[in-house]
Structure formats: structure tokens, C-alpha cells
């Protein structure tokens, strides 16, 4: 079986998102995978193991109430660096612009850090 590479499986994470498909997440941790989540203040929250951070990121991908959306992510090697927009209503301060740092090895997220703009 073909691994994915960093690209692939940021497009799938993303998508997941954007979409409102957590199961395309399925695949997509590793079992030793790493959150550090944007919020809450002031260092986020911290989550541990592959189960842990699915039911995270399926929760969030799984709310029509977010609007995801992606910017130009570059890849250096096995990090992504992913910019967007995350918006939850239609006033100018339901949103908020943040970034995601990405670790994949073996076509599986392992480590993902999440900050937004103050």
C-alpha cells in the first residue's frame, strides 16, 4: 500500500473540514498522534493518542456552524504549515484567522498545534 504523502493528507484533513466529513479522518491519525489546541487561553488544550485527537477533530469537522476555510499551506518536508479563517456567524467578530502546524510521518498525522491571531 502507497503511503500519502504531506500534501495528500493535508488536502483530506482540510477537506474534512471545509466539507463537514469527519470520516475522512479516519485514516488519517496515527495512534501516538499529539493536539495542541488554540484554545482555551492561554496555552490550549493538550491531547493525547490517536482516539483523542479523532474525537476532537471529528467534533469540529462535524459542525455546520463553522466555516473552515484553508489558505496557501507551504510543506517543508513532513511539517505543514497551514493558515486559515475560521468563522461561526455573520458578524465582522464571529471570526478568527489562525494557523496549524502539521507533523506527518507515514501518511499520518503525529503531532498538529493550532494558534490563532490576537
Keep these: 500500500m502507497r503511503v500519502r504523502t504531506t500534501r495528500e493528507v493535508l488536502d483530506l484533513y482540510n477537506d474534512a473540514f471545509r466539507l463537514h466529513e469527519p470520516g475522512l479522518l479516519n485514516d488519517l491519525i496515527a495512534d501516538d498522534c499529539v493536539i495542541e489546541d488554540s484554545g482555551p487561553a492561554p496555552d490550549g488544550l493538550r491531547r493525547e493518542g490517536g482516539r483523542a485527537c479523532l474525537a476532537r477533530w471529528s467534533e469540529l469537522a462535524g459542525n455546520r456552524a463553522l466555516r473552515f476555510t484553508p489558505e ?7 511539517l505543514a504549515v497551514q493558515p486559515w479563517h475560521l ?18 510521518r507515514g501518511g499520518r498525522i503525529t503531532e498538529a498545534r493550532g494558534y490563532v491571531k490576537a
Design 87 to 104: 468563522q461561526w456567524g455573520d458578524g465582522e467578530q464571529d471570526r478568527v484567522r489562525g494557523v496549524n502546524l502539521i507533523r506527518i
Design 72 to 78: 496557501t499551506a507551504e510543506i517543508h518536508g513532513d
